[in-house]
């Protein structure tokens, strides 16, 4: 399959060079990432240790492929859309956390939109290298009915081909209302903490704050018509706490290095959402009012 990768940061380089050892995957990113790639490959390190050659530019051009993944923060999804416009792509595919972006894609692009999530862990740790830091599962599915399954079945077959835990589903907004009270919760308490995510194991303060943001998250997911437990999403949050407790989230690493934030997809989203769907959720909300506080006092507003 011929597969571009928008977005090769952390996410996408991790990706783009587990994919490259079957497929033909060009990476389209920044310098001097991609200048290293383009001289000396791509070095992956940590789960498993090995350098593969994607193509690698700055330039998306007018490319062709069968399938675009898109693994930039949820900030930077509609600058793809423009960049996507004068490309000829057989679907483009979202594996960012937060949502709205298969919202802006959709509404932006004339190509089937399929929505995806991942439980891999990675990190950019210098120019031509990613470290891979946790092994994990993909997700994907039709964002729109008229987006076929089959679809979906092809791209999870493509991460399968190339050695990866991957699976097609026909209801993926259930996984990402479920991904994004997990990332409601632990997010942005572990960045305002300062914690590493397994300091939200219970009991303690930590822990009530996060599973009441994940538990509104859930009502807010019902009231839009997904069928999400509060049972299922403290189970959820739990176990994540407890498999990634050494980790610091996404959000804890980009406020500990003065980086803008991937708040509006996360809380805001829910905040938003709660609003049009006449549910309050006050935690949520604070949790948002306080990293956006902090994003305008790091001038990132
Ligand atoms: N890093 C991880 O382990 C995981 C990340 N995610 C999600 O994946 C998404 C990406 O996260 P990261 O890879 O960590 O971020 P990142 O910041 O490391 O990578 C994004 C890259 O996209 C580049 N970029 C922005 N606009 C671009 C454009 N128009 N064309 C080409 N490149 C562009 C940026 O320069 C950056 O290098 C986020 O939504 C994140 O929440 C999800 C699961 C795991
Ligand atoms: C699942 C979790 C919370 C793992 O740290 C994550 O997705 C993130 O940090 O963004």
């Known amino acids: 399959m011929r597969i571009l990768i928008v977005g090769a940061g952390s996410l ?57 993944l898109v693994t930039v923060k949820a900030y930077d999804t ?7 416009a004068t490309c000829d792509v057989g ?22 939109v399929l929505a995806g999530t991942t439980t891999h862990g990675a990190r950019l740790a210098g ?36 050695g990866l835990d991957a699976t097609a589903t026909t209801d993926v907004r259930h996984r ?18 300062r914690v590493e995510n397994g300091a939200l194991t219970p009991p303690g303060g930590l822990a009530d704050v996060a599973t009441a943001a994940g538990t509104e998250t859930a009502r807010v997911a019902r009231a839009d018509g997904v069928d999400l437990s509060a049972a299922t999403v403290r189970e959820a949050i739990a176990d994540v706490v407890r498999e ?8 804890h690493q980009d406020v500990a ?21 006449g549910e309050s959720v006050p935690v949520n909300r604070t949790l948002a009012a306080l990293i956006r506080g902090w994003e305008a006092g790091a001038g990132h507003r």
């Open 244 to 251: 990634t407790a050494r980790n610091r989230s996404s959000m």
């Open 176 to 193: 990402l209302w479920q991904k994004l009270a997990i990332n409601a919760a632990i997010n942005p308490v572990t960045a305002l903490a």
């Open 257 to 277: 290095a003065g980086r803008r934030t991937e708040i509006e997809a996360v809380n805001g989203y829910v905040v938003e959402r709660a609003a049009t769907v």
């Open 12 to 68: 996408g380089s991790l990706l783009g060079g587990l994919l490259a050892r079957t497929h033909n995957v060009t990476l389209v990113g920044r310098n001097p990432h991609m200048s290293a790639v383009q001289a000396d490959g791509l070095r992956v390190t940590g789960v498993e240790t090995f350098r593969t050659r994607p193509g690698a530019t700055t330039d998306i051009g007018a490319a062709s492929a069968d399938l675009a």
């Open 127 to 162: 120019p031509g290298h990613v470290e891979w830091l946790g092994r994990g599962r993909v997700t994907i599915g039709p964002w729109r009915p008229a987006d076929a399954v089959d679809r979906s079945e092809r791209v999870a077959a493509a991460f399968r081909a190339a």
């Open 91 to 112: 679907a483009v595919c979202s594996l960012q956390n937060g949502m709205g972006n298969e919202e802006t894609l959709a509404a932006g692009l004339d190509t089937p």
């Open 78 to 84: 509609a600058g793809v859309v423009d960049d996507l």
